[in-house]
């Protein structure tokens, strides 16, 4: 079984600021996935970022990037000149590359506030 | 808006009931998955159907069921409703069952049982 750790409950960063959020997993898998999702104060989950585990290269998107350290069983979330949107929960999640589904293995989240 | 409905948005009722919970994937996704989200047990996986056939089973309990029909929608039916089983029920849809496809999360379900 795999299991998602987000051991920052809640986090706070002032606005234009970078803030690292941390996810640790354990599996036995070799070929899988990894990702972070946002939940807003809307519910909504809306995909952030995603990374191959087969890719060295870390995922970027606009101002969001991982480093993912695969030895480490590592997956941080850097956001980069924080806005105020950003405001919201953050979920790592897991998913193995099986033959068995593709279900999504979430961490418990950390709550980040955005200030002014 | 992801293109993933849910009805009803918000469902009240009493412990030892049966609800049905609805899921229209985006058009032209073949691949259904429903999660749970409570307070106590965070997100967690419950099932997956992929063009009508079950693909793969989580933590679902034996009081609850699923299935996908021909038109690709999906229905949870959750039974003998205890107090524990308020939660937001998400339902998300991939173009096909495979890891490479994103999910696609609906707005939820938002369940209270009293």
């Known amino acids: 079984a795999q299991t998602v750790t987000q051991s920052q409950p809640e986090m706070s960063v002032q606005e234009a600021e970078t803030v690292t959020l941390s996810c640790t997993y354990d599996?036995?898998?070799?070929?899988?996935?990894l990702f972070w999702y946002k939940q807003p104060p809307s519910r909504q989950m809306i995909l952030v970022i995603r990374?191959?585990?087969?890719?060295?290269q870390n995922a970027t998107e606009n101002r969001f990037s991982v480093n993912f350290q695969k030895a480490a069983k590592s997956f941080s979330l850097k956001i980069s000149d924080s806005q105020l949107g950003d405001t919201a929960m953050y979920f790592c999640a897991f998913m193995a590359n099986s033959n068995s589904g593709y279900a999504l293995n979430f961490g418990k989240g950390t709550s980040l506030l955005v200030t002014p | 808006d992801s293109g993933v409905t849910q009805t009803p948005k918000h469902l009240i009722t009493a412990t030892g009931q049966r609800v049905t919970l609805r899921c229209s994937p985006r058009?032209?996704?073949?691949?259904v998955y429903w999660y749970q989200q409570s307070l106590d047990q965070g997100l967690q996986f419950l099932i997956q159907?992929?063009?009508?056939?079950?693909?793969a089973k989580g933590n679902i309990l034996e009081r609850f069921s699923a299935q996908q029909f021909p038109d690709l929608h999906s229905e949870l039916n959750l039974s003998s409703l205890e107090l524990g089983d308020s939660a937001l029920y998400f339902c998300?849809?991939?173009?096909?069952?495979?890891?490479?496809?994103?999910?696609?999360f609906g707005p939820g379900t938002r369940l209270t049982v009293l």
């Open positions: 599996t036995s898998e070799s070929n899988y996935y």
């Open positions: 058009s032209g996704d073949l691949s």
């Open positions: 159907y992929y063009n009508g056939e079950e693909r």
């Open positions: 990374q191959e585990a087969y890719k060295q």
């Open positions: 998300a849809s991939s173009v096909q069952g495979s890891s490479y496809n994103e999910q696609f």
